[in-house]
């Protein structure tokens, strides 16, 4: 009876042996999937600036300010049938109704066109018609028909 039973405690050592080592390797093998997956991102710091943030660089120096309007228009979905260079220093933006904006170039185009977007909501909303929007100054300049 004592031969059965040492028997029986060898195998059930081999047992939770194999097991041990099987759950070590679980957790190696995972937390290498983990390593991989999630914490080896390359970290690579990209040598062109963002366009919307370039406060160091010229903005013309990769899009030329009308281009890059346009893609700022578009990007806040405003129709627009024209763009003009007003004077040295702005844009002349002319909408479908009719109505115009002038942009400066001397100001962030996001901030102007998210600006312009607001105001033209709004006035839509409560039933205002523009005339022109001039963003030249500190605070934007509206002209009503």
Do not use: H
């Not at 041990?20 to 999937?33: E, K, R």
């Not at 009719?98 to 170039?105: N, R, V």
């Amino acid at each position: 009876m004592r031969i059965i039973k040492r028997k029986n405690l060898a195998i059930l050592k081999s047992i939770f042996t194999l097991f041990y080592f099987f759950l070590i390797f679980t957790a190696v093998v995972l937390s290498f999937l983990y390593w991989k997956i999630y914490l080896d991102k390359k970290r690579i710091v990209s040598p062109i600036p963002v366009l919307f943030s370039n406060k160091s660089m010229p903005r013309n120096e990769f899009k030329s300010g009308e281009i890059e309007l346009k893609d700022i228009l578009k990007k806040y979905k405003i129709e627009f049938s024209n763009i003009a260079v007003s004077t040295g220093s702005s844009y002349l933006v002319e909408f479908k109704d009719g109505s115009k904006a002038i942009i400066s170039q001397n100001k962030p185009f996001a901030s102007q066109v998210s600006s312009l977007q607001l105001i033209l909501s709004r006035f839509t909303i409560e039933g205002k018609k523009l005339s022109m929007i001039d963003f030249r100054f500190d605070n934007p300049l509206i002209v009503f028909k």
